[in-house]
């Protein structure tokens, strides 16, 4: 019996709900060689700024028990060299494609929509919130509800309204949830979770931070429990809302705690460091794992988890409704 994978992202349908992380496979071309893009649910790019960033100085990336410290910094060639390469050899190619963008103001978001809104190929706008505010002392977008309602409804306002506006949120906040309705409240149709909390190592040999900009993103298996607790947390409060769940997936398994949670898209990143084909084992895995679970449809497992012990997942429940004489 085969699952019926398909998912939606607010009104955009995907094949699958396996996508990359931003920042974890560039912008295609590198995890072109190895497998056909159209296999992924969709492709996120890097965050994609205004101007050219060549990004923190090194060492920017330290190995950590269960996962990995980075402090890469936004690298990329900017929204010019992006609107003139990238992109159109994505489009060309009709690979769903979910553009990440990162800026430093609310103007800078919204330019960065602006340049986006007529381009073809751009599936999804994620609009990454963790990036510092220079206009208010480097306070992070994404830890600040009224920052983060700024800037998605900016950004909202001048995208087109047949492209989704995710808004990517970061787990180290107070409360997660009332960043996650601001958001909403704003116009984002979707919601990606996690980014990576902040982290640091020391070298003991060295005897100094192991990165050079001293503290980074902490990503890979240690973080799953977190991608969790907070895509269950806005699940429950906002249970319309699309999720992509992100944060410590290297199985199949992990994205089934995530899609149980709330998540109908899942976002694989660090995996992709040591096997560029884990997007395709991590959907095949999860596809084996609703098949042994009696699973007709993947939409049948998105939020399961919140449903009373003992309830039965809505096919069970309509093949039930269906026999009832």
């Known amino acids: 019996m085969s699952v019926d994978m398909r998912t939606f992202l607010a009104h955009v349908e995907l094949a699958n709900p396996i996508t990359t992380a931003a920042g974890c496979a560039s912008s295609g071309r590198e995890l072109a060689q190895f497998f056909d893009l159209h296999r992924l649910g969709a492709l996120t790019t890097r965050s994609i700024t205004m101007a050219p960033r060549a990004g923190r100085p090194t060492p920017r990336m330290a190995e950590t028990p269960s996962g990995m410290l980075n402090a890469v910094g936004l690298q990329g060639p900017g929204i010019e060299a992006f609107l003139e390469r990238e992109l159109p050899w994505l489009a060309q190619r009709g690979i769903k494609t979910i553009v990440s963008i990162g800026g430093g103001t609310v103007a800078e978001y919204s330019e960065l929509a602006r340049r986006l809104a007529d381009a073809p190929g751009v599936t999804a706008l994620e609009v990454n919130l963790s990036c510092p505010n220079i206009e208010d002392r480097g306070r992070i977008f994404a830890r600040e509800g009224s920052a983060a309602a700024e800037v998605i409804a900016s950004v909202r306002s ?50 100094r931070p192991s990165l050079a900009a001293v503290t980074g993103g902490l990503s890979g298996p240690a973080v799953l429990p977190l991608a969790v607790r907070c895509v269950w947390q806005v699940h429950a409060a906002l249970p319309g809302v699309p999720l992509i769940g992100i944060g410590g997936v290297m199985s199949g398994r992990d994205a089934f705690q995530l899609v149980l949670a709330g998540a109908c898209v899942v976002g694989v990143g660090t995996a992709l460091f040591h096997d560029p084909y884990a997007c395709l084992r991590i959907e095949r895995e999860l596809e084996d794992l609703l098949r042994a679970r009696g699973f007709q449809r993947l939409a049948d497992a998105v939020g399961l988890a919140h449903r009373p012990p003992g309830s039965a997942p809505r096919h069970l429940l309509v093949d039930t409704e269906e026999s009832a004489p």
Do not use: F, Q
């Open 158 to 207: 001048i995208m087109r309204y047949d492209v989704p506006v995710v808004a990517k949120l970061a787990p180290d906040v107070a409360d997660i949830v009332s960043v996650a309705r601001a958001c909403v409240d704003a116009g984002a149709d979707a919601l990606s979770m996690i980014n990576n909390p902040l982290g640091m190592a020391i070298d003991t040999e060295a005897l």
